[in-house]
């Protein structure tokens, strides 16, 4: 069955360092999500892209993040400058359509020293 | 105030017993998931609904529209059900989820 995966599973960086968290969302999907939990807390939605171009973003989704579909198969999100307050587990989610189903990755657990 | 609610946040069970849990949302939506967290983190996605009723398996996930309420049960739950079950909800064309905090699942053997 196919799945989305992401890389890393687990990323450990310096406050002010930019990671890049990878994502191969399932093939034929067309919606794709970032999603973010700190620890013991919920699920909160980071941002949606669709058609090469971000769709929605929430109010967490400030300067610092981007996302890029850079060859038709990886999708990415960057944190320019980390800090503390990013540690969380971040899960990309992929959809064949808006009123379909969000398959979930593995997720990445970042942890920012 | 939370725009999606669970209850209970903790719930404990015996092996074969039924599971209720239950998710209200305070505004209008167009469709309704139903997650399932397992103790490492991964997401799996359980159902997702409009209206109505479906059933996988042991899972049955119901909703109704005029209350916001839905609720997820489990028939004869097993220890490998245990895990944190989540409810999200989408709301119009947006395309983001807005997510409960889950309900924690244990079932003792």
């Known amino acids: 069955e196919p799945e989305v995966t992401q890389t890393p599973s687990h990323q450990v960086t310096q406050m002010g360092q930019e990671v890049i968290l990878r994502c191969v969302p399932i093939s034929n999907h067309l919606y794709f999500y970032w999603y973010r939990q700190i620890l013991g807390q919920k699920v909160e939605f980071l941002v949606s892209?669709?058609?090469?171009?971000?769709?929605?973003k929430s109010e967490i989704f400030d300067d610092q993040f981007s996302v890029e579909r850079p060859d038709g198969s990886n999708f990415t999100l960057k944190i320019r400058s980390t800090k503390l307050e990013d540690s969380a587990m971040y899960f990309c989610a992929s959809s064949d359509s808006l009123a379909e189903t969000q398959y979930f990755g593995p997720g990445t657990r970042l942890l920012v020293l | 105030k939370n725009e999606v609610e669970q209850s209970p946040q903790n719930l404990t069970a015996q092996e074969g017993e039924f599971i209720t849990i239950n998710c209200s949302y305070s505004?209008?939506?167009?469709?309704l998931h139903w997650l399932q967290q397992h103790p490492g983190g991964g997401i799996v996605s359980l159902f997702m609904l409009s209206s109505g009723k479906k059933k996988h398996g042991r899972l049955i996930a119901t909703i109704n529209i005029q209350e916001k309420h839905s609720s997820l049960h489990i028939t004869a739950s097993h220890p490998r059900d245990s895990a944190v079950y989540i409810c999200a909800v989408r709301r119009g064309s947006n395309y983001k989820l807005t997510f409960g905090k889950g309900t924690l699942l244990t079932v003792n053997p």
């Open positions: 505004v209008g939506i167009s469709a």
């Open positions: 892209f669709y058609n090469n171009e971000i769709s929605e």
